[in-house]
Structure formats: structure tokens, C-alpha cells
């Protein structure tokens, strides 16, 4: 078995494991966020469409090339 394949599984399992994660976090940051404001920390509804819209990018560019 060639050690070239190894990494290239390694390499698209990160890639699959980021897409997941922004979708996770996009989701939950969504639903449980704070309004977005000036009184809103990191935790909020902006960051939660802004993951969402990562992850839909990345899954374009990822699917499409």
C-alpha cells in the first residue's frame, strides 16, 4: 500500500471533519446566540450565519471542482 494514499485519506478526513465542525457551530451559535448588537460578545447570531455561510462555501468548492 502506498504511504501517498495514507495522507491523502488523512488529509480529506480534516477536511470533512472542518466542513462538520462549522456546520455544528454554525447551528448552535444560530440557535443559541445572542442578538447581534453591541452588547453581543463573540457568542452570536452574526457569528452563527457567518460559520453557516463558511461551511456553505467550503461544501461548493470542496463538491464542485
Not at 500500500?1 to 451559535?29: E, H, K, P, R, T
Not at 448588537?37 to 457567518?50: H, Q, V
Amino acid at each position: 500500500m502506498c504511504v501517498c494514499s495514507y495522507y491523502v485519506g488523512i488529509g480529506l478526513s480534516c477536511i470533512l471533519l472542518l466542513l462538520v465542525a462549522f456546520m455544528y457551530l454554525g447551528l448552535c451559535f444560530g440557535a443559541c446566540g445572542e442578538s447581534a448588537g453591541e452588547d453581543a460578545g463573540l457568542c452570536s447570531r452574526a457569528t452563527g450565519a457567518c460559520l453557516l455561510l463558511m461551511y456553505v462555501s467550503y461544501l461548493c468548492l470542496c463538491l464542485y471542482q
